[in-house]
């Protein structure tokens, strides 16, 4: 099983800058993507940004420019840098990753609690 916590979020006006964390941990083979989603009040959850295995990121056009995604892979950690936050980017921030937790299972997709990221105008 693999568990994912994430870390950072929080209250900033707009404008501002906020970098959360995610850690995953426990049986863990390989990650094959790690990163964002978010979820607004009322609105569906939808893709901030992925980061792939190999190096490819997809990154939603609403926030390209304005947040960058990196991981760690030898610590199974992934970072969402947001910098020009806009009121319309608060949501509750969720970390997700397609995993295996042995060489021969199924790859499987994780998310994390979520953390909240609220800003004010």
């Known amino acids: 099983q693999v568990q994912l916590v994430e870390s950072g979020g929080g209250l900033v006006q707009a404008g501002g800058s906020l970098r959360l964390s995610c850690a995953g941990s426990?049986?863990?083979?390989?990650?094959?993507?790690m990163g964002w989603y978010r979820q607004a009040p009322g609105k569906q959850r939808e893709l901030v940004a992925l980061a792939i295995s190999g190096g490819s990121i997809n990154v939603a056009d609403s926030v390209k420019g304005r947040f960058t995604i990196s991981r760690d892979n030898a610590k199974n950690m992934v970072y969402l840098q947001m910098n020009s936050l806009k009121p319309e980017d608060t949501a509750v921030y969720y970390c997700?990753?397609?995993?295996?937790?042995?060489?021969?299972?199924?790859?499987?997709?994780?998310w994390g609690q979520g953390t909240q990221v609220t800003v004010s105008s």
């Open positions: 997700y990753a397609g995993a295996k937790a042995s060489m021969l299972s199924t790859e499987r997709q994780y």
């Open positions: 426990g049986r863990i083979f390989s990650i094959s993507v």
